[in-house]
T-cell receptor
Framework: NAGVTQTPKFQVLKTGQSMTLQCAQDMNHNSMYWYRQDPGMGLRLIYYSASEGTTDKGEVPNGYNVSRLNKREFSLRLESAAPSQTSVYFC??????????FGPGTRLTVL | AQSVTQPDIHITVSEGASLELRCNYSYGATPYLFWYVQSPGQGLQLLLKYFSGDTLVQGIKGFEAEFKRSQSSFNLRKPSVHWSDAAEYFCAVGYNTNAGKSTFGDGTTLTVKP
């Protein structure tokens, strides 16, 4: 039981490049989330998916897109990376009563 | 709008001393409340949770928290801090909806002095 896994762990991009962050969970959870974490700003919700086939914007969705590929997988795409998107990205999942399980994070640097 | 406030950005305590981390929330209904811990370079791990019932909840690693509705608070406590408790701590309030979203505080960084 791996919980929530994220790939890659580290990534360096140049401004304007695109990439997809992958997330998968093996706990059969319905809800999945993408957050970004920046120093002094806590966790900010980018997008979430309450169930397979649905996605909704969170607090900071601009510059990102998501895909809920199936119940297990929820990917985050940066179409044209900007230095302001340098951050640590966390994927999480939950089922009952909002208790969330987090992945180890992806550390992204945009030059 | 729902919000979570952690008034202390950084706290330093000596090893063996007691600890209290403060959390205040704003939410119109009965909240689900959580404390998470994040060690450097790691993801967040759930320490404890409150859904209903007994307002004093026990968690992992010897932590406890008390829900006080009148004060809209959910403070985290530990009687004796260990060096391994140095980490960042996040309080969160969950919405009672199917989407299961939570709002997180900005975190409190705990430093433990030997």
């Amino acid at each position: 039981n791996a919980g929530v896994t994220q790939t890659p762990k580290f990534q360096v991009l140049k401004t304007g490049q695109s990439m997809t962050l992958q997330c998968a969970q093996d706990m059969n959870h319905n809800s999945m989330y993408w957050y970004r974490q920046d120093p002094g700003m806590g966790l900010r919700l980018i997008y979430y998916s309450a169930s397979e086939g649905t996605t909704d914007k969170g607090e900071v969705p601009n510059g990102y897109n998501v895909s809920r590929l199936n119940k297990r997988e929820f990917s985050l795409r940066l179409e044209s990376a900007a230095p302001s998107q340098t951050s640590v990205y966390f994927c999480a999942s939950s089922e009952r009563r909002n208790e969330q399980f987090f992945g180890p994070g992806t550390r992204l640097t945009v030059l | 709008a729902q919000s979570v406030t952690q008034p202390d950005i950084h706290i330093t305590v000596s090893e063996g001393a007691s600890l209290e981390l403060r959390c205040n929330y704003s939410y119109g209904a009965t909240p689900y409340l959580f404390w998470y811990v994040q060690s450097p370079g790691q993801g967040l791990q759930l320490l404890l949770k409150y859904f209903s019932g007994d307002t004093l909840v026990q968690g992992i690693k010897g932590f406890e928290a008390e829900f006080k509705r009148s004060q809209s608070s959910f403070n985290l406590r530990k009687p004796s801090v260990h060096w391994s408790d140095a980490a960042e701590y996040f309080c969160a309030v969950g919405y009672n909806t199917n989407a299961g979203k939570s709002t997180f505080g900005d975190g409190t960084t705990l430093t433990v002095k030997p």
